[in-house]
T-cell receptor
Framework: DTAVSQTPKYLVTQMGNDKSIKCEQNLGHDTMYWYKQDSKKFLKIMFSYNNKELIINETVPNRFSPKSPDKAHLNLHINSLELGDSAVYFC?????????????????FGQGTRLTVV | AQTVTQSQPEMSVQEAETVTLSCTYDTSESDYYLFWYKQPPSRQMILVIRQEAYKQQNATENRFSVNFQKAAKSFSLKISDSQLGDAAMYFCAYRRYTGNQFYFGTGTSLTVIP
């Protein structure tokens, strides 16, 4: 069973198009994230949702809009795609970090979506 | 704000040898988690090892171990008996106990030479 799954794995599209990336986690986590990894491999947080509520919204163009229909899903919709949007987008999830000795406090990642805008 | 610094963009190691990847972080918290992730060419992010700040004992996972120096805010990863499959990007990450955000370093690209 895949813990965090995102689709599609690859996405090639033309400039100006609108596209969506879907993400689902079956770990029962409350928090989900979208990260962007650029060509230099830097991982940059874009958004974070906790129980369907937006809690982190970094400086991202408003062409990017996350949607969380329930706490197991976090989708990313991108309008008017630009060449600079080409990157790998990762979805991730985590449970609350609260206490000492808590297991599985790491972020669990999906396999990434390589978006290429031509 | 918390920052995580990996000062070695690239490292290489001979197969079967040992290599250490460096990571430092900045925080005013006393309780937090630290992680090392591996990203092979498949691009999957794989957890290698985790450390809780209150634990003085360094974490180990088979050939992977850390040297956690809390006062120095240093968290290095040692890979022993390096294998070809260890070739990957390695990311150091920090998380506060009560926070939801993970802070990642810029990564170290490890090459394993046969």
């Amino acid at each position: 069973d895949t813990a965090v799954s995102q689709t599609p794995k690859y996405l090639v599209t033309q400039m100006g198009n609108d596209k969506s990336i879907k993400c689902e986690q079956n770990l029962g986590h409350d928090t989900m994230y979208w990260y962007k990894q650029d060509s230099k491999k830097f991982l940059k947080i874009m958004f974070s949702y906790n129980n369907k509520e937006l809690i982190i919204n970094e400086t991202v163009p408003n062409r990017f809009s996350p949607k969380s229909p329930d706490k197991a899903h976090l989708n990313l919709h991108i309008n008017s795609l630009e060449l600079g949007d080409s990157a790998v987008y990762f979805c991730a999830s985590s449970q609350k970090g609260r206490d000492r000795g808590l297991l599985n406090t790491e972020a669990f990642f999906g396999q990434g979506t390589r978006l290429t805008v031509v | 704000a918390q920052t995580v610094t990996q000062s070695q963009p690239e490292m290489s190691v001979q197969e079967a040898e040992t290599v250490t990847l460096s990571c430092t972080y900045d925080t005013s918290e006393s309780d937090y988690y630290l992680f090392w992730y591996k990203q092979p060419p498949s691009r999957q992010m794989i957890l290698v090892i985790r450390q809780e700040a209150y634990k003085q004992q360094n974490a180990t996972e088979n050939r992977f171990s850390v040297n956690f120096q809390k006062a120095a805010k240093s968290f290095s990863l040692k890979i022993s008996d390096s294998q070809l499959g260890d070739a990957a990007m390695y990311f150091c990450a920090y998380r506060r106990y009560t926070g939801n955000q993970f802070y990642f370093g810029t990564g170290t690209s490890l090459t394993v030479i046969p």
